[in-house]
Structure formats: structure tokens, C-alpha cells
Nanobody, 127 residues
Framework: RVQLVESGGGSEQAGGSLRLSCEVS????????MAWFRQAPGKEREGVAS????????NYADSVKGRFTISKDSAKNTLYLLMNSLKPEDTAMYYC????????????????????WGHGTQVTISS
């Protein structure tokens, strides 16, 4: 079974930057839809960004558009999320997720399409 392991979370001040990484155990899944989701305490999980099989198409939640960038390096089996201009409302547990091969296009809001999940990395932004 594929494993996804996130890293790169931490504490940062508002206006700062963080880069999250998600290492994928099986190369095959780098060729499918992948995404980042987040969940703040007391709130529902929300989609942040998604990327398609060859990395040519990305989608973002309105709340992070222009500030976050999703990318992947298939040679390293790694998905990234570069987060700039961070805000306190970005505080959440961030999860990477992979979809099975038949999912396309790659949704950013429908978490049920993603069957494989990491355990998350905490991001805390202070004002």
C-alpha cells in the first residue's frame, strides 16, 4: 500500500514562508492526481491545491491563490507546497493526498476522490 509522509511544517510569523514536502513510497502515484488539504481545529477539512499527472495543471482554493504553489518532483517521488505571505488563518494540520489512476481532472475540493493520505504536518502562524 502506498505511503505518504509529510514534513516541513512548523511555527512561523505572519508574512513568512514555509515549504511542505510529501514523500511518496511508490513512484506510480506521482503520475496520478495529488493534492494538499488542511484542517484547522473545529473546522472541516478543506482543499488547498491540486496538481495533475504531469504537473501541467494546478488548482488552488481562493484563499491561497497567489500565495501558495504546488509542485512535484517525480525523480524524487516528492510533492511540495510552497507557502508564502502566510497568515494566521493558514494555521492548520496539512495533509497530502493521492488519487487512484481513474480520477481526472484533479479536484481541489472533493477530498473523497483522494484515497491515499499522509498523517499530516502541523503549520502554526502567529500574528
Amino acid at each position: 500500500r502506498v505511503q505518504l509522509v509529510e514534513s516541513g511544517g512548523g511555527s512561523e510569523q505572519a508574512g513568512g514562508s514555509l515549504r511542505l514536502s510529501c514523500e511518496v513510497s511508490e513512484y506510480t502515484y506521482m503520475g496520478y492526481c495529488m493534492a494538499w488539504f488542511r484542517q484547522a481545529p473545529g473546522k472541516e477539512r478543506e482543499g488547498v491545491a491540486s496538481i495533475d499527472s504531469d504537473g501541467s495543471t494546478t488548482n488552488y482554493a481562493d484563499s491561497v491563490k497567489g500565495r501558495f504553489t504546488i509542485s512535484k518532483d517525480s525523480a524524487k517521488n516528492t510533492l511540495y507546497l510552497l507557502m508564502n505571505s502566510l497568515k494566521p488563518e493558514d494555521t492548520a494540520m496539512y495533509y497530502c493526498a493521492a488519487a487512484p489512476w481513474w480520477v481526472a481532472p484533479c479536484p481541489v475540493q472533493h477530498s473523497s476522490e483522494y484515497l491515499y493520505w499522509g498523517h499530516g504536518t502541523q503549520v502554526t502562524i502567529s500574528s
